[in-house]
């Protein structure tokens, strides 16, 4: 009995002890952003303001809106391409047994490891010569080559839970390889693709290293970039705008994991029975 109570007394103490240490910088953020000053430390430092969100959803001049609305749109566009093309690419690989399958693999585990900057410069001088520069098209192409085998990885390991008698019986009904694919082993895979389309639009929404190189102004720079260029009068650091607009980009991530969580959480097994 001791030794449950014991069990029990450390796994809240653990809970609690993660809870704390993850929610912390975020109460943190929030508390600086509704404050007119970012010393939280010193008695009487926090006094509550709605000044700083006025600030970077009025303000022209900082463009927060802008910056959002092109985190929002290249990452929806590249996280569901990447979703796609990485599903079709993981069926194959878990339905058919060819040579190379394993080297093929484990190729694009290599490709996914390659670090950013070793290509940056090489990539910064194609889209200058193709003018993409601070262009969608500039984010989107290189967002989806590094999602994809991150996508690859996440959905072959759900396809390879899929019994292939599944196939065959759709198969044997008259469907097709597509139809097979897109009406019976998507839906039943829909976890697997919310899952990974959440990673890869967290993923392509914080990326950093690209947007700075290939933006230039408001019109394709994303929120990593645009937050990491506020700057206030004489040089100073904004610290209530900047934790404001961070707060309001932390809101898409949050508001899709929450709906998606439902189907994230549901089990393959059930829905392959359903």
């Known amino acids: 009995m001791k030794e449950k109570v014991l069990k029990r007394l ?11 240490f993850f929610l912390t910088p975020f109460l943190w953020m929030v508390a600086v952003s509704f404050s007119s000053s970012p010393n939280l430390a010193v008695r009487g430092g926090f006094r509550f303001t709605m000044e700083n969100y006025s600030n ?3 303000n022209k001049n900082l463009h927060f809106p802008d910056y959002l609305k092109n985190s929002l749109i290249v990452s929806s566009l590249s996280s569901i391409i990447s979703a796609i093309i990485g599903g079709m690419c993981a069926y194959v690989i878990s339905r058919f047994r060819f040579r190379g399958r394993t080297i093929l693999i484990l190729s694009v585990l290599a490709l996914s490891m390659f670090p950013q900057i070793c290509i940056v410069g090489y990539l910064f001088k194609i889209m200058s010569s193709a003018s993409w520069i601070n262009t969608y098209r500039a984010l989107f192409f290189p967002y989806v080559a590094f999602s994809l085998p991150l996508a690859l990885w996440i959905l072959l390991g759900y396809f390879s839970q899929i019994p292939g008698e599944i196939d065959e019986a759709a198969l044997v009904d008259g469907a097709t390889r597509w139809q097979t694919f897109f009406k019976v082993i998507v839906p039943i895979t829909l976890p697997g693709f919310l899952s990974a389309f959440l990673l890869l639009f967290m993923f392509a929404f914080n990326e ?34 900047i934790m404001a607009s961070s707060v309001l980009s932390c809101l898409p991530l949050v508001l899709i994991a929450v709906a998606a969580q439902r189907y994230v959480i549901r089990g393959l097994t059930g829905g392959a029975l359903k």
Request: proline content about 4%; aromatic content about 14%.
């Open 208 to 241: 950093f290293l690209f947007a700075l190189m290939l933006t230039v102004d408001h019109r394709a720079r994303t929120v990593p970039v645009g937050i990491a260029l506020f700057q206030g009068l004489h040089g100073e650091i904004p610290w209530g705008n």
């Open 56 to 58: 970077i959803l009025g």
């Open 10 to 20: 450390l796994l809240i103490f653990g809970i609690c002890f993660f809870l704390l």
